[in-house]
């Protein structure tokens, strides 16, 4: 299970030749794929020969093998880790009982909708993203933005294979229908919020993979708990390639603000227009846009108080973030849990069923774990003994979702009025200006080894590679 066939034309360790009607529908369904990878994929980048990481095994001990390849020509595949003995179901009113290895015919709606809306992400974020290789900061920066868009190729496979695998006509259809929505679109866009918002440039991007991808590990690690086995199995090799696409975001959020630290004590500056008169993204922007990416991110998590999210745990559809880890009866029907909300004006905390306030315990879980990455920003501020400090906005600031939809919030948690939000909010997110500055920072650099000027370059490259490896061929 762990070795992946190469010789098929759909790479899998699921063994697709031994189903001929499944693998004819896939094969059926690839030219699909590339023809949106053409039109939807990397910019200009079709040509190019990308040092890229491929998968070869789900044994996390060598999973991957690096050269280069033209995107185009990329192995997507369907893998799945190896299946776990006698696996049991740890949560909801199935407890203990065996792992599901098809899906119950009382639970087929929900499970085809939670595959639909985690698949949906996947080419949504690529879309997003299609543009941003004409202004990259660096060889290196741009080997990992196409890592990144070919991982998440791979994962709209993952999320296709189950759906043709085990939905039917309906999966089918839902797989075609992946491919025809648009991030952003007006008539057909992706399904969540945040996949339509625009990623304009390499800012944005370093936080959307911060946060948003952040996101995704809750969320997939939550679907690894599930009872239908080959949901839990799929997202869990996922996860493996998530890791990178976080890094991306931390790590490149860590080098603008070193690079911006290195300009303020060359210059002896701190004000933020002569910090962008030397051609640097000043501090209180880095705010804002931290402040726009981790409150569009939170309302992915949903309603604070949700029926799906109670159903979805109590059939052991969806658990909770590391739910064996946890130390109760992973039942909960007892259980309460503390949600916010506004009464006159005011936050008020109350006791809410656990099991209608999922979403908002894999919310809070996101939130302290966002809190460590921001933690290791400021340290880069310190060590340039920089007084500014980034901060998370609080969870009820500039939310489209849930109880705090239409309440005005300041980011360091004051409820305001109307024209008090009109009036402060040009300060707590990115305006026009802001993005018109970042965008004329933005320029595509192309020999190795060379970086904008906006940017530090990395400790190290990648797979040990010096940081002036030609990580991109353009042919």
Known sequence: MNAIDYTEKIPNNVDLAGDRALQRALEQWQPNFLRWWGDMGPEGA??????LRTAVSVDPSGWAHFDYVKMPDY??????TAPEADRRINFGEHKGEPAWQDVPGEHRANLRRIIVTQGDTEPASVEQQRHLGLTAPSLY???N?????????RHLWAMVYLLHRYFGRDGREEAEALLERRSGDTDNPRILGAFNERTPD???????????????????????????DPLA????FMLTEEAHH???GESGVSRVLQRTCEVMRQHGIDDPQAVRAHGVIDLPTVQRYLNFHYSVTIDLF?????SNAAIFYGAGLKGRFEETKRDDDHLLKDRTYPILEVAEGAFVERAAPMQNALNEVLRDDFIRDSQGGVTRWNKVLEKHGVAFRLTVPHKAFNRKIGTFAGVNVTPDGHIVDAAQWGAGSAAWLPSAADRAFVASLMGRVVEPGQFAHWIAPPAMGVNRQPVDFEYVRFG
């Open 145 to 153: 933005l196409f890592q990144v868009n070919v991982e998440e190729g």
């Open 233 to 236: 199995r799929t997202t869990k």
């Open 75 to 80: 192995r997507w595949g369907i893998f799945l």
């Open 302 to 306: 949903g309603a604070d108080q949700s």
């Open 141 to 143: 920066d741009l080997r």
């Open 46 to 51: 079709q040509a190019f020969d990308v040092y």
């Open 246 to 248: 976080m890094f991306v």
């Open 202 to 228: 390499w800012l944005a991007l370093f936080m959307f993979t911060y946060f948003t991808d952040r996101d995704g590990k809750f969320q997939l690690n939550a679907l690894a708990e599930s009872g239908f």
